[in-house]
């Protein structure tokens, strides 16, 4: 069993940065892929972001590309989420994801943490 706790968000005026944490409890965060996906009100939850156990081959998706970035330490057991040039647009409950297998769907999910961009 994963747990998945994220943390940072918060509010922030466009055009800033907020860094999101997501801490997995176990041992085996190494060998899980890590997520982060949003929910804006009123609309489906979407991805945003998909790393790899190694670290490389990072998906994003296409209106976060080159603001935002995904990473991971494996020492802390945790994967961030940094996010820059933060638009209103941005304003969602950000959930982080795990799941053990390259492909498919994910297993664990998080609780979720606000994150407001006021114009």
């Known amino acids: 069993q994963v747990q998945l706790v994220e943390s940072g968000g918060g509010l922030v005026q466009a055009g800033g940065s907020l860094r999101l944490s997501c801490a997995a409890s176990g041992r085996t965060f190494s060998n899980l892929v890590m997520g982060w996906f949003r929910q804006a009100p009123g609309k489906e939850r979407e991805f945003v972001a998909r790393?790899?156990?190694?670290?490389?081959?990072?998906i994003y998706a296409d209106s976060v590309k080159g603001r935002f970035t995904i990473s991971r330490d494996n020492a802390k057991n945790t994967v961030y989420l940094q996010m820059n040039s933060l638009k209103p647009e941005d304003t969602a409950i950000y959930y982080c994801a795990a799941r053990f297998t390259d492909y498919g769907s994910y297993v664990y999910w998080g609780l979720g943490t606000q994150v407001t961009v006021s114009s």
């Open positions: 790393d790899t156990r190694s670290g490389g081959n990072l």
